[in-house]
């Protein structure tokens, strides 16, 4: 019944732009931590911007100063904003709501091909 719907990606130029969107349904997502994960072949899953419940935000060093997520709760949605990519920006990303630490359950997108390329 959860669902985590992705939208959004694609092939962008490198120094350009490209929104994710993660439409929620099953769950109310500002219950929920809301993170967005990036995976490349041959490398382990990795944490690239997390929402907390209480409304703070962390990046990973590497996208800090280029990504942004936020959230529409009207919506019930979560965005990963992405500016002036880069290569290395490559991979699937994932949108996960959590909340394993007292709820015991996590959810997941299927999942988005990001392409940074010329």
């Known amino acids: 019944q959860v669902l985590l719907l992705e939208s959004g990606g694609g092939l962008v130029q490198p120094g350009g732009s490209l929104r994710l969107s993660c439409e929620v349904s099953?769950?109310?997502?500002?219950?929920?931590?809301m993170a967005w994960y990036r995976q490349t072949p041959g490398k382990q899953r990795e944490l690239v911007a997390v929402?907390?419940?209480?409304?703070?935000?962390n990046y990973v060093d590497s996208v800090t100063g280029r990504f942004t997520i936020s959230r529409d709760n009207a919506k019930n949605a979560v965005y990963l904003q992405m500016n002036k990519v880069i290569p290395e920006d490559t991979a699937v990303y994932y949108c996960?709501?959590?909340?394993?630490?007292?709820?015991?359950?996590?959810?997941w997108g299927q999942g988005t091909q990001v392409t940074v390329s010329s």
């Open positions: 996960n709501a959590d909340r394993s630490d007292d709820f015991g359950s996590t959810f």
């Open positions: 099953g769950i109310i997502a500002s219950y929920y931590t």
């Open positions: 929402s907390a419940r209480d409304g703070s935000t």
